[in-house]
């Protein structure tokens, strides 16, 4: 599952609703006897790049979207002649690392949300290493499952502690509260300053770096590092006001852990997350991730992952920082104007290299360009991009798990790229298959609030979940091709490694000097 950025509210009339992907926020209801889509309603979100490397939201606008997406959904809702009385129960999905602290007296954002990628912790990251035993990234991952990155809530938390005298204060006067995008909107929604609900779950909780998923709670030991909030594990609690008011909140998801269930991944092997009942530990640079906890009662269910910073953001990317395209959607015609990349190879390590690198010092390259080289080259060069990332990734999965990948599943918003689809079934040799409704991170969190117990709109027992159409893509170049163009990217890849040696010291006349390279 590649990384996309979400944030998204979800619930249910027999139907549920579902809230944002961060970029714009959305609300979807669903029909919980077909999952299929009743009317939905999206707000853009802003995002904010105060300095290079850095990437913030504005907690108020976030929560602004929820309150605006339900109101108007629930307007069009009335249009439709549906009684907002049959709504059963809110999801909340949600991009998991971003990090969040406010003050629970005033209800006020103590400083901007730290998106997943930003980058500013990276000294931070360099002090935790130099202090583990032997100078170990993963000195913490027997433990969280998880390395040492730039990545993870636990070092965004430090940085704030350190950097941000309304948090170090509000800490002292034990007034400031931490979470991530789901325990911010949780929190507001249950009543803010008059008693909200300060929780999470715990797919969102393993993504802290400073849960144990194991005994599937704080760990002490870590937690030195940071402030921990409370973790309320299964979610169901009332929202106080507004035109959902005394609906439970009754599902919690992180962003990749609904798309597994939205995606019906419910046995192993079945997307680049493998689902297993007990944590399986990776030695090519996957992350051990709490995959979903449907229950009280229920056992946790572990996924191994690969996590990619740029995937889709580079036609973002493209579009606004370069002009190549004036809309994402015009990328696929340009790039099957050239029908090659002509040699031409992009690494987008805008924020160094995830999953299976973890290579903070990593930077964005593109290579094998010609006087022949064209904006149409670059355009099928930034898709394959997105491509050669997911095989890294599957190839990473089947030698850690023994599982071979049999067909890829795929939802979001790149997933109406057709030349995409196809790419990526040539690059990895098996089928894509996509559904037609996109939005499967939304589903999978209406899906879990519907079958919360007290709610039980949805059945998740594999004999009765829903039929969801979908489209399939077979490779059709041969595995030869396919090999030559991945070895090619693996050559881009290394050129990229290494380029950020040190941090700088200066800058002057807008020019960055450097202590050493």
């Known amino acids: 599952m590649i990384k996309s950025q979400l944030t998204q509210l979800s619930s249910l009339l027999q139907i549920p609703l579902t809230i944002p992907k961060i970029l714009y926020g959305i609300l979807i209801v669903f029909n919980a006897k077909t999952a299929k889509v009743i009317s939905h309603h999206q707000v853009e979100i802003t995002q904010s790049f105060p300095k290079e490397g850095w990437v913030e939201e504005d907690p108020k606008e976030i929560m602004q979207s929820v309150y605006e997406c ?28 971003t990090t969040l602290v406010w003050d629970k007296e005033t209800g006020e954002p103590l400083y901007n949300a730290i998106v997943w990628l930003d980058l500013r912790t990276q000294s931070t990251v360099e002090r935790l290493i130099n202090k583990a035993p032997g100078q170990n990234k993963n000195h913490l991952k027997h433990k969280t499952g998880l390395p040492i990155s730039t990545y993870f809530s636990a070092v965004k938390l430090r940085w704030l502690l350190d950097n941000v005298d309304e948090v170090q204060q509000a800490v002292l006067s034990k007034r400031a509260m931490f979470g991530t995008v789901d325990s911010w909107i949780i929190w507001c929604l249950t009543g803010g300053r008059n008693n909200g609900v300060h929780c999470t779950d715990v797919s969102n909780a393993s993504r802290t770096m400073l849960f144990n998923i194991h005994t599937m709670d704080w760990d002490p030991e870590i937690c030195r590092y940071a402030y921990p909030f409370k973790l309320l594990q299964y979610i169901f609690e009332k929202r106080k006001s507004g035109s959902l008011a005394g609906i439970p909140i009754s599902g919690c998801l992180g962003d990749q852990s609904a798309a597994l269930v939205g995606q019906m991944c419910f046995t192993e092997g079945q997307d680049l997350h493998l689902k297993c009942p007990c944590p399986l530990f990776s030695y090519h640079g996957l992350l051990t991730t709490v995959a979903y906890r449907l229950g009280k009662d229920e056992p946790a269910c572990y996924a191994l992952e690969g996590s990619v910073a740029i995937a889709g953001a580079v036609v973002q990317w493209l579009k606004d920082n370069m002009g190549i395209v004036q809309s994402a959607s015009e990328i696929e015609k340009l790039a ?59 190839d990473a999965m089947n030698q ?52 919360a117990k007290g709610v039980d709109v949805w059945c998740l027992s594999p004999g009765n979940l829903p039929l969801v159409t979908s489209e399939k893509y077979e490779p059709q170049i041969n595995p030869e091709e396919s090999e030559f163009r991945f070895a090619r990217w693996k050559k881009a890849v290394q050129k990229a490694m290494n380029w950020e040696m040190t941090e700088p010291y200066c800058i002057s006349n807008g020019m960055r000097c450097f202590a050493s390279c």
């Open 336 to 394: 099957a104007a050239a029908g090659t990349s002509y040699g031409c190879y992009f690494v987008p390590a805008f924020s160094g290299l995830y999953a299976p690198y973890w290579e903070p010092s990593a930077r964005g390259i593109i290579c094998g360009l010609t006087q022949f080289t064209n904006r149409s080259h670059l355009a099928f060069a930034a898709l394959e991009a997105v491509c050669f990332q997911t095989r890294e990734i599957l």
């Open 400 to 451: 850690d798990s023994g599982v071979p990948l049999m067909k890829l599943q795929v939802d979001g918003g790149m997933t109406a790229n057709r030349l995409l689809m196809q790419l990526q079934a040539d690059i990895l040799c098996i089928p894509v298959v996509c559904p037609t409704m996109s939005e499967t991170t939304a589903l999978g969190a209406a899906m879990a609030a519907g079958a």
């Open 70 to 97: 339900i109101e108007r959904t629930c307007e069009k809702l009335c249009q439709l002649n549906i009684d907002i009385s049959n709504i059963k129960a809110l999801g909340v999905t949600n991009q998991r690392e």
